[in-house]
């Protein structure tokens, strides 16, 4: 299974490349250098609906209420 990474060579540049998890190198779009994995930063979401994240709940509140509006629910 291919998935996408970013690789940076060492001029600098970072280019995606859809490669098997496994695969730490390849060669730099730009330049043909050997380019690295990098570490990508992982995604993360407040709970909206426990209530500990007040900012999040209103947020849910507003889209919840804007669909509910369009009828998309």
Request: proline share 7%; hydrophobic share 30%.
């Amino acid at each position: 299974m291919l998935k996408v990474f970013d690789f940076k060579c060492p001029d600098g540049h970072v280019n995606e490349h859809y490669v098997k998890g496994d695969t730490e190198t390849v060669d730099c779009k730009n330049c043909g250098r050997p380019a690295t994995r990098q570490l990508a930063m992982p995604r993360s979401m407040l709970d909206p609906i426990s209530g500990d994240f007040p900012g999040a709940t209103i947020n849910w509140a507003r889209q919840h209420e804007a669909k509910a509006k369009k009828g998309d629910l």
